[in-house]
């Protein structure tokens, strides 16, 4: 793919055949480009918003010489172009799969500096954390606390038992409970984030 | 319920690393189509980050997420977000929304008295909670007192209607006695009347009229009237008078019979009777003269008597006027 940019006229076609709509197509753009990225990180690629990347640019470019999208399932022209592009990042990758990152190592810090300050940088944010935390914490309905709470902190995670009687006493589904407790926890990670950044 | 938990598995084993190319496709394709699918895969993720902050991921499926999930920054981060956040969520006081609303607004420090006691209100409350019993307790003394006098007057009422039930019955019964008793006369009466008909109809006579109208009509007279004058007896003669009656008082000397003839005003005889007896009327002595009205016209007559002494010569007895009159 060197020597090829994706143009507007090509994003332009590429939006087109996602959807009439711009609106829509946008959307659908969007949502194409997140599984994308969650694609390739499952699959282990570290470069997992870059690949997503290539990948879109990779259609775009079939589409302008000529190719079209099925209109019932144009997510299938992605995702084989998607599995291509891994196949060839496993032929180049340096962190194949399975091998931990030495990132992971933060215990280590006897007698570095360096690690000594990681520590302390990595102390400060999570203190920045805590804090951003708390208030968004305060910032959620009362039910939405509550429902997290019981989630996530009475009792065993793993236990579905537990989970069923909180969900019946809610009034919900357990896949419900869980949907709307995946749903909470990313508001809280987006107002946490969204705190972190405005605190910097 | 069993398919959803070995989907579940499926899709841990998938982010975890431990499906087979194959497999990791097929889950692939489905979430790149289904939207619905791919939620539940982040769902899953999510789940898994969370176990993994808390430590209670089993030895094996910890060392896969860390090398699956820790090998992004990104990843470490939210692996972090969800250690505080586990870590402070037990610290958080929220209510319980779910709780019934008679139970949520009060700790349960605060819930030492029983509730009869009423200890548990402030004394504004529990002040107005005694004036409204006391109003509840005199409202339900006066309802008693007034269901009572109600009930009284109600009896009262029911024992007059009855008394009244009882004179209206009596008076009925009365009245009913009474139209008993006058059906009763009418009917002897109509028995009698009956009766009358039948007797007078045996004896020919038909009475055609009410008994208002007689069959003989009577007149007494008395002699020495002149015609035409003065107080002349007069005899109105119905229409169904068959005899006009005539009673003839003597006055003179008695004879043995009598000779009646009677004259109209022009002088002609009408009717004329021979060997007529006298008979005692009470202290009067009488002639009784059956005249047929059929032969008396509406006239002025004059009837003269003639007597038949013992040795057989006649001699005037007296005369008599009248006038009939037709109705």
């Known amino acids: 793919m060197t020597g090829w940019t994706l143009t507007e006229d090509a994003l332009s076609q590429l939006l087109t055949q996602l959807d009439p709509d711009r609106a829509r197509a946008a959307e659908k753009y969007e949502e194409l480009r997140h599984k994308l990225m969650k694609f390739f990180k499952w699959r282990g690629c570290l470069q997992f918003e870059e690949y997503a990347d290539r990948t879109i640019d990779l259609v775009a470019r079939k589409l302008s010489e000529g190719a079209e999208l099925q209109a019932a399932n144009p997510s299938a022209f992605f995702y084989g172009v998607a599995v291509n592009l891994l196949r060839e990042h496993w032929r180049k990758s340096v962190n194949a799969p399975g091998q931990l990152d030495d990132n992971l190592k933060l215990e280590s810090t006897a007698g570095d500096p360096e690690k000594i300050r990681e520590q302390e940088e990595a102390w400060r944010e999570r203190e920045a954390r805590l804090a951003c935390l708390r208030q968004c914490l305060e910032k959620l309905p009362s039910e939405s606390v509550y429902l997290i709470k019981q989630y996530y902190s009475e009792g065993d995670a793993l236990d579905k038992e537990q989970r069923k009687q909180i969900a019946e006493r809610m009034n919900l589904s357990a896949t419900a409970l869980r949907s709307r407790a995946f749903r909470i926890r990313g508001e809280l990670e987006q107002c946490i984030n969204k705190c972190l950044k405005a605190g910097k | ?327």
Do not use: H
Request: aromatic share 8%; proline share 5%; net charge positive.
């Open chain 2, 1 to 327: 319920m069993k398919d959803e938990r070995a989907n579940e598995e499926l899709l841990e084993r998938y982010l975890l690393g431990q499906l087979s190319e194959e497999e990791q496709q097929r889950i692939e394709q489905r979430f790149f189509d289904d939207e619905q699918y791919y939620q539940r895969l982040l769902e899953m993720e999510d789940e898994l980050r969370c176990a993994y902050a808390r430590g209670i991921l089993p030895r094996a499926q910890r060392e896969r997420f860390e090398r699956r999930f820790l090998i992004f920054a990104d990843e470490r981060k939210r692996v972090e977000l969800a250690r505080d956040m586990l870590a402070e969520l037990p610290r958080v006081s929220v209510e319980d929304p779910f709780r019934p609303a008679s139970r949520r607004s009060e700790p349960k420090a605060a819930r030492s008295w029983p509730p009869w006691s009423f200890r548990w209100l402030s004394p504004a409350r529990s002040l107005a909670l005694v004036a409204v019993g006391l109003v509840i307790v005199a409202g339900c003394v006066w309802l008693l007192f007034e269901t009572a006098r109600l009930r009284n007057q109600l009896s009262q009422l029911r024992a007059e209607r009855a008394a009244i039930e009882q004179q209206l019955e009596q008076r009925s019964a009365a009245e009913r006695a009474r139209a008993l008793q006058l059906s009763q006369q009418l009917e002897q009466e109509r028995a009698r009347r009956a009766q009358l008909e039948q007797e007078l109809a045996r004896r020919g006579e038909r009475p055609s009229e009410p008994s208002m109208r007689p069959a003989v009509i009577a007149l007494l007279l008395t002699p020495g009237l002149v015609r035409g004058g003065g107080e002349t007896k007069r005899l109105a003669l119905p229409p169904d008078v068959r005899q006009a009656q005539l009673l003839l008082e003597l006055t003179g000397a008695a004879y043995n019979s009598y000779r009646a003839v009677l004259l109209n005003s022009d002088g002609k005889e009408v009717w004329s009777r021979a060997g007529l007896q006298a008979r005692l009327d009470g202290a009067r002595r009488v002639i009784i003269l059956n005249i047929p009205s059929r032969l008396l016209a509406e006239d002025d007559y004059e009837l003269k008597l003639t007597g038949v002494a013992a040795a057989g010569q006649i001699e005037q007895a007296g005369s008599y006027y009248f006038t009939i009159l037709k109705q």
